[in-house]
């Protein structure tokens, strides 16, 4: 999962929440069945929900926790490098321009 970038990291925890969303819902729906065997199933159901959210939970902040990471060691580089990150981004912005004006 380091691979994943963090578009598809959002599209993943934009679809765990939903599914949890609709796994409540189902729970909700079902709450007045009877039934030793519907009851046990809600049980389970619940705590897999529970253990999914807070795996969602420690996903999220694992991905801000990185973000923040990174954010201070370019500005760390920035600050002790500034000819080269001034030469890098004006490379990129060559690159990009370049790339724009072809289309």
Do not use: C, Y
Not at 12 to 38: F, K, N, P, Y
């Amino acid at each position: 999962m380091t691979d994943m970038t963090s578009v598809q990291k959002d599209k993943l925890m934009g679809d765990l929440r939903v599914v949890i969303t609709d796994a409540e819902e189902l729970l909700r729906m079902t709450a007045d069945q009877a039934g030793e065997s519907a009851a046990d199933i809600r049980s389970r159901v619940q705590t897999r929900m529970n253990q999914a959210k807070a795996d969602l939970l420690h996903l999220q902040e694992a991905a801000v926790a990185k973000a923040k990471a990174a954010g201070h060691a370019t500005d760390e580089f920035v600050h002790e490098n500034p000819w080269k990150s001034i030469g890098i981004a004006a490379g990129i912005g060559l690159v990009m321009g370049l790339l724009v004006s072809r289309r």
